[in-house]
């Protein structure tokens, strides 16, 4: 980690309580963008060109325990990880910056998917926000959320709004320093607001997320027109949780969704997560709703399709997409 980051991070924790635990844990929802966010102005601190909307997926995330070691100790899923492998040198990375604040010259961390990883969405987002909020517990710094997500933006963008439930924004902001990029939650609770997962594939995808936004933003000359267009989508996004305008809602990240995917192709080479049954699905979805369902869908930096909707639509969604795997993103119990 680089000494801006480093320096970043001492800035956050000037405001930290002190308090040393002997072990810390930290839990947080997996989360889907309405509004994406796709590319950054600096990668170095992960500070986005546009301001991105989720909404986090409830019981559905990551659970982390961490303790100080002589040295760092990983496990996933209840199995040991390599630390040869890319996954424990990005953690160790990371928690480079918290060595010294942490007194720990390694650190073990257990962590759990409470989401099946076929779904895509084990990613990174829940994963370095539970790892933030473990060692905010092990440390006893008891900073506010909004510091928070600007730790976890450090590990992965999408990881500063998965320290909230419900619906989330993440600010760009303007400052080179990165001291106004952060997530808030969105105070909306829309109870019949349901998404639904359609796994194609648990395929490992050919170019991660950081890698594809990256190639965007150097070579696609559709990107140009991109960060004006997620600006009116968040607003629209915003103005229509506000005002539970479902049809609004599901239009504009659908067409957000598919204009990401569209910057994509047009980079150099080409860059193409959708799989011939991702574009067959899209077709179901929008035939659906010319009969009068209403149905939307989002898709990451993936081929996997997530589909909106609102509870009384249920019983037809699932007669159409029988694999389908619900989520309620406000159920009572939360990761
Ligand atoms: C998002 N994605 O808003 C967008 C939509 C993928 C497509 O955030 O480089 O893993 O760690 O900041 O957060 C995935 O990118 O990237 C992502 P890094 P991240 O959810």
């Known amino acids: 980690m680089s000494e801006i980051q480093h320096q970043f991070v001492k800035k956050i924790l000037t405001v930290a309580s002190h308090g040393a635990y002997e072990k810390g844990y930290g839990v947080a929802p997996s989360n889907i963008a309405l509004c994406k966010y796709w590319g950054k102005r600096d990668s170095n601190l992960n500070l986005p060109l546009n301001s991105s909307l989720s909404i986090s997926l409830g019981t559905k995330g990551t659970r982390t325990?961490?303790?100080?070691?002589?040295?760092?100790?990983?496990?996933?899923?209840?199995?040991?990880?390599?630390?040869?492998?890319?996954?424990?040198?990005?953690?160790?990375?990371?928690?480079?910056?918290?060595?010294?604040?942490?007194?720990?010259?390694?650190?073990?961390?257990?962590?759990?998917?409470?989401?099946?990883?076929?779904?895509?969405?084990?990613?990174?987002?829940?994963?370095?926000?539970?790892?933030?909020?473990?060692?905010?517990?092990?440390?006893?710094?008891?900073?506010?959320?909004?510091?928070?997500?600007?730790?976890?933006?450090?590990?992965?963008?999408?990881?500063?709004?998965?320290l909230f439930n419900g619906f989330a924004c993440w600010h760009r902001g303007e400052r080179d320093d990165g001291r106004d990029s952060f997530a808030e939650a969105i105070d909306t609770k829309w109870s019949d607001f349901r998404i639904g997962i359609l796994t194609l594939t648990d395929a490992e995808k050919p170019v991660g997320s950081r890698a594809g936004m990256q190639r965007t933003v150097e070579t696609s000359p559709r990107y140009a027109d991109w960060p004006a267009r997620a600006a009116i989508d968040f607003g629209v996004l915003k103005r229509a949780i506000k005002h539970r305008d479902f049809e609004t809602f599901g239009a504009t990240a659908e067409a957000n969704a598919l204009e990401m995917h569209a910057t994509m192709r047009e980079a150099i080479p080409p860059l193409d997560y959708f799989l011939p049954q991702t574009r067959t699905q899209i077709g179901r979805v929008q035939q659906l709703r010319a009969e009068g369902l209403p149905v939307y869908l989002t898709i990451d930096a993936g081929p996997n399709v997530k589909l909106l909707f609102q509870a009384a639509n249920t019983t037809e969604v699932e007669n159409a997409f029988p694999a389908l795997e619900i989520i309620d993103p406000f159920g009572t119990s939360h990761a």
Not at 77 to 83: K, L, Y
Not at 125 to 137: E, I, K, M, R
Not at 138 to 145: E, I, S, V, Y
């Open 65 to 162: 325990q961490i303790r100080r070691l002589p040295s760092d100790q990983f496990i996933l899923n209840g199995e040991p990880v390599d630390p040869t492998t890319p996954f424990a040198h990005r953690l160790s990375t990371f928690l480079d910056l918290f060595r010294e604040p942490c007194r720990a010259p390694g650190f073990e961390v257990i962590t759990e998917n409470t989401i099946p990883t076929a779904a895509g969405l084990a990613s990174s987002a829940s994963g370095y926000a539970a790892l933030v909020l473990a060692l905010n517990d092990l440390a006893g710094w008891d900073l506010p959320r909004q510091l928070l997500s600007m730790l976890a933006r450090l590990g992965s963008g999408s990881a500063s709004r998965s």
